[in-house]
């Protein structure tokens, strides 16, 4: 019986009793397919056809003169793009791999171990999520500057490395592992870092994922440190670069800001659609919780 209702719902093969629900989800997929092809075709279009009214969803004359401008424009200033790209991916590898093991380590330890102030320390991670960039800007400035890492490397990874919307979610997957499956392994001789990588990490493999994610799209889209913690340009990011085209004349600028644009957007298009398979089990696993 349960074999019948499960071909009922996922069916191996295409039967007319999904016609409905393809009738529902086709128009909806288009709708939000839109964006993502109007701003490809953006960094496309030549720039009689950016300021063209009404404006076109598709291009139809395609140059790749927004993208030569865009690298010219950064040559210019002694500092070449692809140095602000390198820097990214330095910034955001690192701050990355550094979170995943902050959060893993975190979660296991709220989740499994006992202590005094376990509660309160929870809770300010709760209170955490409420907290937007700007309300905490200053706190940070201080600590950056008082630490020592004003215009360094880890000015960009510090501010960076703990997300509390990451722990929540790694933390849930964590709880729904057993206590007995810990205790045997401790039985077993195992220290708390063999249980970490044996059996802690393969079974929140999809949380890690989705921190993993969310993590690379605050980090890439982040601007706040090069403003504010880094002077020297060398070491500033490209999504400074980008949001920098365009200060002072917006409309000659269109173009260079289209490609930029697109540009900054197809890493986080291509790691969530690498990893959108465990994202979903994750929010699937958090309803349910």
Not at 4 to 25: D, E, L, T, Y
Not at 102 to 130: D, H, R
Not at 158 to 176: H, N, S, T, Y
Not at 191 to 200: N, T
């Amino acid at each position: 019986m349960a074999n019948f209702q499960g071909n009922r719902i996922n069916p191996s093969r295409f039967s007319r009793g999904q016609i409905k629900f393809h009738a529902i989800a086709f128009p909806l997929s288009i709708f939000m397919i839109l964006p993502v092809v109007f701003l490809v075709c953006n960094a496309f279009k030549p720039l009689g056809e950016l300021f063209k009214f009404p404006p076109s969803l598709i291009v139809y004359n395609p140059t790749l003169d927004n993208f030569k401008n865009l690298m010219n424009l950064a040559g210019s200033t002694g500092i070449p793009m692809s140095r602000y790209f390198l820097n990214s991916m330095i910034v955001t590898v690192l701050t990355v791999l550094l979170n995943l093991a902050f959060t893993i380590m975190a979660a296991y330890v709220f989740s499994k171990k006992k202590f005094k102030i376990k509660g309160a320390l929870w809770e300010i991670n709760q209170m955490a999520l409420m907290f937007v960039v700007t309300a905490v800007a200053i706190p940070r400035y201080l600590i950056i500057v008082n630490i020592g890492a004003y215009n360094t490397w880890a000015a960009h990874v510090l501010p960076l490395v703990a997300m509390p919307v990451g722990l929540f979610l790694v933390k849930q997957f964590v709880d729904g592992i057993p206590d007995a499956l810990i205790e045997a392994a401790v039985v077993d001789g195992a220290g708390d870092f063999v249980i970490l990588r044996k059996v802690i990490i393969p079974l929140t493999k999809p949380a890690l994922a989705t921190s993993v994610v969310l993590t690379f799209q605050q980090v890439w889209n982040n601007i706040e440190t090069s403003n504010n913690y880094i002077t020297n340009e060398a070491l500033r990011t490209l999504t400074y670069y980008v949001n920098s085209v365009g200060v002072n004349n917006v409309v000659a600028a269109a173009g260079l800001m289209a490609a930029a644009n697109l540009i900054l957007f197809v890493p986080n298009l291509v790691i969530f659609i690498a990893m959108q398979s465990k994202v979903m089990n994750t929010m699937s696993h958090s309803g349910i919780k």
